[in-house]
Structures are given as structure tokens and as C-alpha cells.
């Protein structure tokens, strides 16, 4: 499996809880903080939620549990992350958010978060690069 490899990366507080945050999507807001929860394809895409120095299967499984109001939330906005699929997805697939904040397949209209780098079942982490353009 390829090591996450973040670019760039981003840091809020979070106004509400997110449950099981690790490899959620966040939107782009104008109000402060400047992220949410991604909800929609529509939803301008702002990272993808991560541990930093350390990748899924790295004794970051306690991360899925929710993140409190107030608490520090990092994204990655660049580079490779792992993000939780909510379908079915082939390697090479564009993966758009849905309504829990997690990748599955775009439709006309949508922004494209990225393309994993492998494929896998619903619920599984894999691998993606971070490339943001709308169909």
C-alpha cells in the first residue's frame, strides 16, 4: 500500500463533533473556521482529515472515534492520503464526496476530490491523490 505523502496541509477547530473523522472529506466554507463537513459532490472541496506523521494502520485506529467541538482537526489539501470509501471503487477511480463525507463516484456536476491509487470495498481506507477539478 503507498504511504500517505501530504503536501500541504491545514489545520481548524472544529464547531461541531465529526464522527469516525479519520479520512473524511471537509468542505471549503466562507464563514470561520472555513471548513465543515462535506456533505454533497457539490461541496467545494476544502482536504481530506488525517493524523499527521502517521498513516491508517499505524496505530491511528482510535482516530475514527468523533472529534469533539473544539478540538484541533488536521487536513491534508495536497499530496497522498488515505480516504475512507463509501462504494465500491476500482484503482484510478475520481471519487467525489457523499452525504457522510466519504468517497464515492462523481456525477455530472460534481467536484472530483482526487483518484485512488488503490481500490476497495465500502468502509475500507486507500490510498488517494488529491487533484480537484468538476465535472
Do not use: C
Amino acid at each position: 500500500m503507498p504511504k500517505e505523502k501530504i503536501t500541504s496541509a491545514e489545520a481548524f477547530i472544529a464547531t461541531s463533533n465529526i464522527t469516525n473523522a479519520l479520512g473524511r472529506m471537509v468542505k471549503r466554507q466562507s464563514a470561520a473556521p472555513g471548513y465543515a463537513p462535506a456533505s454533497a459532490g457539490t461541496d467545494v472541496p476544502g482536504g481530506i482529515i488525517y493524523v499527521p506523521g502517521k498513516s491508517r494502520g499505524a496505530g491511528v485506529t482510535q482516530f475514527t472515534a468523533t472529534i469533539a467541538t473544539g478540538d484541533d482537526v488536521h487536513i491534508a489539501t495536497a499530496g497522498v492520503v488515505q480516504v475512507k470509501l463509501g462504494a465500491n471503487l476500482a484503482a484510478g477511480a475520481n471519487v467525489t464526496a457523499n452525504a457522510s463525507g466519504v468517497a464515492v463516484a462523481p456525477t455530472s456536476g460534481d467536484y472530483v476530490w482526487g483518484q485512488l491509487m488503490e481500490g476497495g470495498s465500502s468502509g475500507d481506507y486507500v490510498p488517494m491523490m488529491i487533484n480537484v477539478f468538476k465535472i
